[in-house]
């Protein structure tokens, strides 16, 4: 255990470093970017060690791997985010101990939410994820909604019982014109959320970048970064 926490505060030293330089490249205070470690597929020891080490919010995408994880880490001062694409029979679970949501994107999925979160009197932060390569069906490759549905969805965020709308997120994408340029990409999203932010104010919070391409998140604008694999190390995909 003592090997992996030097393995892991060593790679949490790095990407602080990243987000500092990044950070001073862009004229912005460290303080204005918060860092999300991605701890899927990994065990709630190294959530446990990351907590220690100071880190305050963790990402799953997967319920039925996150929600034993939290509930094992349960005493520790951790905001849990879910950032996978989350299917409407596993939205009571994911409410039971998430804090945010990063993936909300479609109205069906707002309605689930709501319900789970008045029902178990929570409050719900939401993010909508923005699809920066949706096609005719006004979806992405991986899930989130169409520039032009973002006013819509927004709306009925901030009208739901138990729901906050805080923000937008996006995953640059493989696809289609923003492809390969992830600084466009998230330039677009930062043209989003201050559109969004004339109807909703508060909504300031956009969540950018991963491991590979923090940088351009942060020279962007971003508020949130997810970093995993930076952290944690490369470990075989599951399922």
């Known amino acids: 255990m003592t090997d992996r926490r030097a393995e892991l505060a060593g790679n949490l030293a790095k990407v602080e470093e990243r987000i500092a330089a990044a950070c ?8 204005e970017v918060t860092l999300i470690v991605v701890t899927k597929t990994y065990p ?14 963790v990402a799953e995408n997967r319920d039925q791997d996150a929600a034993p994880k939290a509930a094992e880490c349960s005493d520790l001062p951790l905001d849990w985010h879910f950032v996978g694409q989350l299917q409407t029979n596993k939205v009571r679970s994911v409410v039971g101990y998430a804090d945010l949501v990063q993936s909300v994107d479609r109205s ?9 979160a008045v029902r ?3 409050e719900i932060g939401c993010l909508l994820q923005v699809a920066l390569d949706a096609g005719a069906s006004g979806r992405g490759e991986r899930g989130g909604v169409a520039p032009g549905g973002i006013e819509e969805l927004a709306a009925l965020v901030a009208g739901s019982p138990g729901l906050r709308l805080d923000g937008l997120m996006t995953v640059a994408p493989l696809t289609g014109e923003y ?8 330039d677009r999203l930062m ?7 004339r109807a909703h104010p508060a909504a300031n919070m956009v969540s950018a970048g ?6 351009e998140a942060v020279a962007a604008g971003a508020t949130h970064v997810r970093v995993g694999t930076a952290v944690l190390g490369v470990r075989p995909r599951l399922g």
Not at 24 to 31: C, L, T, V
Not at 191 to 197: F, G, K, Q, V, Y
């Open 24 to 31: 001073a490249a862009a004229g912005r205070r460290r303080d």
């Open 44 to 57: 709630a020891s190294d959530v446990r060690i990351l907590s220690g080490l100071g880190v305050r919010h």
């Open 108 to 116: 069906k999925l707002v309605d689930a939410l709501s319900k789970e």
């Open 120 to 122: 178990a009197g929570r």
């Open 179 to 186: 492809a390969g340029r992830q600084r466009a990409a998230f």
């Open 191 to 197: 043209d989003l959320s201050t559109d969004l932010r």
């Open 210 to 215: 991963m491991s590979a391409d923090l940088e």
